[in-house]
């Protein structure tokens, strides 16, 4: 037989399995979709069981399926028939929490969208880009409605930017100015982020802000406006790299609050004063520093980096010698929480994909849409964001209590 005959064969084959295959796993997800909807009303029924009117009538029923609607999922398109509700008790009504009212395609479509923007991609270029990732089925995401999505992210960036925080109590915060590129402006806008750890260990993103990374008066902006939305009460301890105009406004705004220079931060800073051949070694001590089990060891290693490197290359020494009063803060706060507030890796971790992705290609359109599909990507990553390692102690930093290289100290003893 010839062998092209039999290569075709096979790519039919192989596309026949590959769309049945697809259509089995369809036929699942819906299946699985109606049956935890279906379990979710009826927990919801069963829940409201005992509420009756004067009658005796049950005022929580089941009363028939709203309208065939569209879902679009990685696997395409598909149907979806949802039960209805009739509560009649005065002021509830039942809301989907899997399947909301409005919802037209799952959430992981939703953070693949700005993804693509931030990366690159233009407006006209999403249907084609889509279909690439979830097949020939991805429909109704059209340019133009595309541009709508960008338009609702928009607002609700805006809407976030105005919530109230007069409820909220940020034990740590963590700040970074990061650089984006923009393809409709020559210059290069840098978003100010914070985030913080709630008494319960949850972390949560607290501003994005465009401004510059050294202006004081940028960043006083962003915590005046906290501050004019009800965030009151100062933190603890603030994290962020040492060149960001941050420290002199925090100074203002927030005076009460400690200062941690970002260790990650100042061993690139550090190392990049010295040439690579010694880099190894000097990073391997730096390491030491801020790994040691208490703050005399991590002096210790600190002055041993010194007395080796500060004839020969001092202006590396005079870079880590510049905020060495606020590199070692860290140790004044219990010691589980020290891998969360040695360095900015909370932001770090969650934009350094972003970042380097948008290095490669010419950026967003607009600097509204570069704000824009940033939110859009950090509050899909806030998602994600695990509670700190012991959060039971935060607790005890709100209150003041004071704690000697990790460990809390006794009422009768004092700060050495």
């Known amino acids: 037989?010839?062998?092209?005959?039999?290569?075709?064969?096979?790519?039919?084959?192989?596309?026949?399995?590959?769309?049945?295959?697809?259509?089995?796993?369809?036929?699942?997800?819906?299946?699985?979709?109606?049956?935890a909807i279906e379990n979710e009303v009826n927990e919801y029924l069963q829940q409201h069981s005992d509420a009756r009117d004067k009658n005796g009538h049950k005022l929580v029923t089941r009363n028939g399926h709203l309208p065939e609607r569209k879902i679009q999922t990685g696997l395409g398109s598909i149907q979806v028939k949802q039960p209805r509700v009739r509560d009649n008790r005065q002021g509830e009504k039942f809301t989907s929490a899997i399947l909301p009212k409005y919802a037209r395609r799952t959430?992981?479509?939703?953070?693949?969208?700005?993804?693509?923007?931030?990366?690159?991609?233009?407006?006209?270029?999403?249907?084609?880009?889509?279909?690439?990732?979830l097949g020939d089925n991805a429909q109704g995401l059209s340019p133009t409605n595309?541009?709508?999505?960008?338009?609702?992210?928009?607002?609700?960036?805006?809407?976030?930017?105005?919530?109230d925080l007069s409820e909220k109590h940020y034990v740590y915060i963590w700040v970074d100015g990061i650089y984006f590129n923009v393809r409709l402006d020559d210059d290069r806008p840098c978003i100010l982020v914070v985030m913080g750890a709630l008494e319960d260990g949850t972390k949560e993103l607290i501003a994005i802000h465009e401004g510059y990374r050294e202006s004081k008066l940028s960043w006083q902006e962003v915590l005046q406006g906290l501050k004019s939305r009800g965030l009151s009460?100062?933190?603890?301890?603030?994290?962020?790299?040492g060149a960001l105009g941050f420290w002199a406004a925090l100074e203002e705004e927030f005076p009460s609050t400690r200062h941690q220079r970002c260790w990650v931060h100042k061993t690139a800073n550090v190392l990049d004063k010295m040439p690579k051949s010694v880099q190894k070694y000097a990073k391997g001590m730096i390491h030491e520093m801020y790994m040691s089990p208490n703050k005399k060891e991590a002096l210790?290693?600190?002055?041993?980096?010194?007395?080796l490197y500060e004839s020969r290359y001092p202006k590396a020494c005079q870079c880590l010698q510049k905020d060495k009063d606020k590199l070692f803060t860290f140790y004044d706060f219990p010691a589980m929480h020290w891998r969360h507030i040695r360095t900015t890796n909370p932001i770090e971790s969650t934009f350094a994909t972003v970042r380097h992705r948008?290095?490669?290609?010419?950026?967003?359109g607009s600097r509204m849409a570069t704000l824009t599909m940033v939110f859009k990507l950090a509050k899909d990553a806030e998602k994600h964001w695990q509670r700190m390692g012991g959060y039971k102690l935060l607790g005890k930093v709100v209150r003041g209590i004071k704690f000697k290289d990790g460990e809390e100290l006794n009422s009768q003893e004092k700060v050495a």
């Open 300 to 307: 210790k290693a600190y002055d041993a980096f010194m007395n």
């Open 358 to 364: 948008t290095r490669q290609t010419k950026g967003c």
């Open 1 to 35: 037989m010839n062998k092209n005959v039999i290569s075709q064969d096979k790519n039919e084959l192989s596309n026949e399995f590959k769309n049945s295959l697809e259509e089995i796993l369809k036929e699942g997800a819906c299946k699985l979709l109606k049956q």
């Open 146 to 163: 595309i541009v709508r999505l960008k338009q609702i992210w928009e607002v609700e960036y805006k809407d976030w930017n105005k919530r």
């Open 233 to 241: 009460k100062a933190p603890s301890l603030a994290i962020g790299d």
């Open 107 to 133: 959430p992981s479509i939703e953070a693949v969208i700005p993804s693509l923007y931030l990366r690159g991609i233009s407006t006209n270029d999403f249907p084609e880009a889509l279909r690439a990732i």
